[in-house]
T-cell receptor, first 117, second 115 residues
Framework: GAVVSQHPSWVICKSGTSVKIECRSL??????MFWYRQFPKQSLMLMATSNEGSKATYEQGVEKDKFLINHASLTLSTLTVTSAHPEDSSFYIC?????????????FGPGTRLTVL | AQSVTQLGSHVSVSEGALVLLRCNYS??????LFWYVQYPNQGLQLLLKYTTGATLVKGINGFEAEFKKSETSFHLTKPSAHMSDAAEYFCAVSGTQGGSEKLVFGKGTKLTVNP
């Protein structure tokens, strides 16, 4: 149980285009979803936290107009990288929690590797 | 502010040998501590977590970790490594920070198990 999927698993796009990444909880309802970014050989960095039906809370330094997060249902959250540039190339990982407390168990997706040319 | 340091980006052990992955944390509040494992092309899976209570925490797949406040450590161990343990392991800490809580991850340790 507690499976989280991401789509696509990898994407290549041209600079200036927008890319949407989906995160789905397959067998549970996710009250809260999280988006992380992971650079090669570095830690996962939390980008934002989203609760179903409300606006996402972004971490300091994360541009909310560039990384649009929508959590429209209890099983789906999307991250849209708008006007992508090469420096946005990274591994993006989502996680979902059936509870509202961050220290409760988060279930992670397999990640999406974004390459911007 | 919280931070996590994982000593050793790569650890290599022989099958059947002891596994020891080191994690030290920094936290201004009582921490919650986690170990996650990531297999190739898969998401992170929770191995174990410490919140309160018993300082020796047992997790899945025979792993355990001990919270040592005096040493600010939460090292992960397994008595006998198995080939299937080869993966990347992440230590994480959380607590209250500026009114919000978040997981702060270490950089990860890649475990290789040699036959």
């Amino acid at each position: 149980g507690a499976v989280v999927s991401q789509h696509p698993s990898w994407v290549i796009c041209k600079s200036g285009t927008s890319v949407k990444i989906e995160c789905r909880s397959l067998d549970f309802q996710a009250t809260t979803m999280f988006w992380y970014r992971q650079f090669p050989k570095q830690s996962l960095m939390l980008m934002a936290t989203s609760n179903e039906g409300s606006k996402a809370t972004y971490e300091q330094g994360v541009e909310k107009d560039k990384f649009l997060i929508n959590h429209a249902s209890l099983t789906l959250s999307t991250l849209t990288v708008t006007s992508a540039h090469p420096e946005d190339s990274s591994f993006y990982i989502c996680s979902a929690s059936p509870w509202t407390h961050l220290t409760d168990t988060q279930y992670f997706g397999p990640g999406t590797r974004l390459t911007v040319l | 502010a919280q931070s996590v340091t994982q000593l050793g980006s790569h650890v290599s052990v022989s099958e059947g040998a002891l596994v020891l992955l080191r994690c030290n944390y920094s936290s201004s509040v009582p921490p919650y501590l986690f170990w996650y494992v990531q297999y190739p092309n898969q998401g992170l899976q929770l191995l174990l977590k410490y919140t309160t209570g018993a300082t020796l925490v047992k997790g899945i797949n025979g792993f355990e970790a001990e919270f040592k406040k005096s040493e600010t450590s939460f090292h992960l161990t397994k008595p006998s490594a198995h080939m299937s343990d080869a993966a990347e392991y992440f230590c994480a800490v959380s607590g209250t920070q500026g009114g919000s809580e978040k997981l702060v991850f270490g950089k990860g340790t890649k475990l290789t198990v040699n036959p």
